[in-house]
């Protein structure tokens, strides 16, 4: 009911930025709670970068804190992460994701953030 299509992965020297985003193509009756992004590096478990519900209330991982910045339009249902002055441990695959109102997750493919030394 839920379907998320990611972009903007790419591969940068450490000190740049990327912008990523993510729409969510919903079901009919069906509303989202919160949205985020998540990261998984080879051989790591998936760890949470940052969330935001529709309230626009952010959570965020200690090694981004600073560098990284949510946004949602409640409206588009997309969720955006503006990440700067990034470095080699924040190459991983990018997973949005988005829980509905029944609490209900969803992920997406992912798109690969590869930052060089």
């Known amino acids: 009911q839920v379907r998320l299509v990611e972009s903007g992965g790419a591969s940068v020297p450490a000190g740049g930025s990327l912008r990523l985003s993510c729409r969510a193509s919903?079901?009919?009756?069906?509303?989202?709670?919160?949205m985020g992004w998540f990261r998984q590096a080879p051989g790591n478990q998936r760890e949470l970068v940052a969330t935001i519900n529709h309230s626009g209330f952010t959570v965020y991982s200690d090694s981004v804190k600073g560098r990284f910045t949510i946004s949602m339009d409640n409206i588009e249902n997309t969720v955006d992460l503006r990440m700067n002055n990034l470095e080699p441990g924040d190459t991983a695959i990018y997973l949005c994701y988005a829980s509905t109102s029944l609490s209900v997750p969803y992920w997406g493919q992912g798109t690969q953030v590869t930052v060089s030394s």
């Open positions: 919903l079901g009919r009756a069906v509303w989202l709670d919160a």
